[in-house]
């Protein structure tokens, strides 16, 4: 039997895919509880849980609804998860911009000991800017070592990547791709990011963003870093 932790994450992911949009009646508590086999009182508990996040309302006369829909960041990581269930990489409102595809010798510290490479070896670099609404939300940065881009050619050419380069890899290889631990920091802004985010600061401001980087990995090592730099002000749901 479900919980109601559990029944408020299923509406929750519903209202996040645009399965259900601002102004949708919720199920009625009999409806829900006939649906997942609950008592009213889990369903109460589970709007209760929605409501406190501002993503259900109950409106006299009409019942319980879905709010406006909140400006909620979802990163590289949370869209593989959404393209699975839903076979979308966007959201409701949500595109991206700015797509660039570059072949650069790799000089960062962190990324070189994230992907095993030399400082200086080739790696394939993609950069793309998320918005909702027209409003830019978050940078996305992905970036490929040889190995990965010898079996995932597709990486490094211009056009958008249509499926997820793990899927593609695996299907090339056999070797199943993991997704290692996302972590995040606080650092400053590079001017590119903060030219991509279009914030409005004087020249040569510190401005601060949050970073969140995951690496994937199979049986043979890291194949790919990914990084999410994310608007100063912007919600990013935490797992």
């Given at each position: 039997?479900?919980?109601?932790?559990?029944i408020?994450?299923h509406?929750r992911?519903?209202?996040?895919?645009?399965?259900?949009?601002?102004?949708?009646?919720?199920?009625s508590?009999?409806?829900?509880?006939d649906?997942?086999?609950?008592?009213?009182?889990?369903?109460?508990?589970?709007?209760?849980?929605?409501?406190?996040?501002?993503?259900?309302?109950?409106?006299?006369?009409v019942?319980t609804?879905?709010?406006?829909?909140p400006?909620?960041?979802?990163?590289?990581?949370?869209?593989l998860?959404?393209?699975?269930?839903t076979?979308?990489?966007?959201?409701?409102?949500?595109?991206s911009?700015?797509?660039?595809?570059?072949?650069?010798?790799?000089?960062?510290?962190?990324?070189?000991?994230?992907l095993n490479v030399?400082?200086?070896?080739?790696?394939?670099?993609?950069?793309r800017?998320?918005?909702?609404?027209?409003?830019p939300?978050?940078?996305?940065?992905s970036?490929?070592?040889?190995?990965?881009?010898?079996?995932?050619?597709?990486?490094?050419e211009?056009?958008?990547?249509?499926?997820?380069?793990?899927?593609?890899?695996?299907?090339?290889?056999g070797?199943?791709?993991?997704?290692g631990?996302?972590?995040?920091?606080?650092?400053q802004a590079?001017?590119?990011?903060?030219n991509?985010?279009?914030?409005?600061?004087?020249?040569?401001?510190?401005?601060?963003?949050?970073?969140?980087s995951?690496?994937?990995?199979d049986?043979?090592?890291p194949?790919?870093?990914?990084?999410?730099?994310?608007?100063?002000?912007?919600?990013?749901?935490?797992?």
């Amino acid at each position: 039997m479900l919980g109601y932790a559990e029944i408020a994450s299923h509406f929750r992911r519903q209202i996040a895919d645009g399965e259900l949009n601002p102004g949708d009646g919720m199920p009625s508590y009999k409806e829900a509880s006939d649906q997942f086999g609950v008592n009213r009182t889990t369903v109460i508990r589970a709007y209760d849980m929605l409501k406190s996040e501002g993503l259900i309302i109950s409106r006299p006369g009409v019942g319980t609804v879905v709010a406006a829909r909140p400006r909620v960041v979802i990163s590289g990581v949370d869209r593989l998860d959404r393209l699975n269930r839903t076979g979308r990489r966007y959201g409701p409102g949500e595109e991206s911009t700015g797509h660039r595809v570059m072949r650069r010798s790799i000089a960062d510290a962190e990324v070189c000991q994230a992907l095993n490479v030399e400082p200086g070896e080739e790696v394939v670099i993609r950069i793309r800017t998320f918005q909702q609404e027209s409003r830019p939300t978050s940078v996305g940065v992905s970036i490929y070592p040889p190995r990965t881009v010898a079996e995932v050619p597709e990486l490094g050419e211009e056009e958008r990547m249509e499926r997820y380069f793990g899927d593609i890899y695996t299907e090339r290889t056999g070797r199943e791709v993991i997704k290692g631990q996302r972590t995040g920091h606080a650092r400053q802004a590079s001017q590119d990011e903060i030219n991509a985010l279009q914030l409005d600061v004087p020249a040569h401001a510190a401005v601060a963003v949050l970073v969140t980087s995951v690496t994937f990995h199979d049986e043979e090592g890291p194949l790919g870093y990914w990084e999410d730099v994310y608007a100063p002000g912007e919600r990013i749901p935490i797992p």
